[in-house]
C-alpha cells in the first residue's frame, strides 16, 4: 500500500517448523524504491495468530485507519480494525495499543464469523479473512476478502463487502455467495488445494482488476464491471441493516 512517497508492506511471520506450535503475525516493512527496505518487525497482536493487514491509501478524518485479520484460520477468526493518529504509530504501533484494539472487540471488529448459508445450518471451519486492500469508490470503500467456509465447503473463496467512506468500519452492504470459488485445476489441486484469495485489487477504467493466489502456488486475474458490481452490493438483499460487526 502506498501513502505518500512511501510503501507499507504488511506480510506473514513464521517463527517455529511448520505444525501445531508455529507462530504466525503479522509483520511490516516499508520502503520508497524497493532497493532498501525498512523492516519494522512484528505488528500483530499477541497471544494468537494473525495475518493478511492493509492500510487505506488515505488518512480519514485525520487518522490512519488499518485492517488485520485476528485468530486467523480458526472459526473465530476476525477482521479488525485499529485507527492511528500518525504513520509513525502505523509504524511502531505504541505498547498495548493493538491489544486494546482486541480487547475492545465490538468496537473494533468489521467482520466475524458466522454461518453464510442462510437456509442450513452449517458448522464454521475458518472465520473470514481479509483479502486486498480496500478500493475507494463514490459509493464507498470496496473490499475483496476470504469469507467464512464451512466443514461442508472447506475451501478459500472470494467475496466483496462495501464500506462506509467516512467511517471505513462499517459493512453498507456485502455479498450474499462469493463473488469466485475454486473451480480450475490450479485452484482445485494446488500447494494448498482448493485456494482463491485475493491479494490486490485496482480500478482501471470502468473495471475492477482483482488479482488472486490460486492454490497458494499461482497468480490469476479476474475483472467485472464496477458498477455493474456496485449495483449488485447496494441491492435490497446485501445491504446490511445494522452497521455494527458484520457476518463475513
Known sequence: MRIGDEYYIYYT???????????????LATTKDFESVVKHGIVGPRGTASK???????????????????????????????????????????????????????????????????????????GPELGAQPVKTDRGWLLFYCNSDSETEPEWQISAALLDLERPWQVIARTREPLLRPETTDELDGVVPRVTFPSGALIVGDRVHVYYGTGDQGIALATCDLAALLD?????????????????
Not at 449488485?232 to 457476518?247: F, I, M, S, T
Open 13 to 27: 511471520a513464521v517463527a517455529g517448523e511448520w505444525g501445531p506450535d508455529v507462530e504466525v503475525r503479522i509483520a
Open 232 to 248: 449488485h452490493l447496494e441491492l435490497k438483499e446485501n445491504r446490511v441493516a445494522d452497521r455494527g460487526p458484520c457476518v463475513g
Open 52 to 126: 493478511a493487514a492493509s492500510l487505506l491509501p488515505e488518512p480519514v478524518d485525520g487518522q490512519y485507519i488499518w485492517f488485520f485479520t485476528w485468530c486467523s484460520d480458526t472459526p473465530g477468526s476476525a477482521v479488525l480494525h485499529a485507527r492511528f493518529d500518525s504513520l509513525d504509530q502505523v509504524r511502531n504501533p505504541p505498547p498495548g495499543f493493538i491489544a486494546g484494539v482486541v480487547e475492545d472487540y465490538d468496537g473494533s471488529a468489521v467482520l466475524i464469523s458466522g454461518d453464510r448459508a442462510h437456509l442450513v445450518k452449517r458448522t464454521v471451519r475458518r
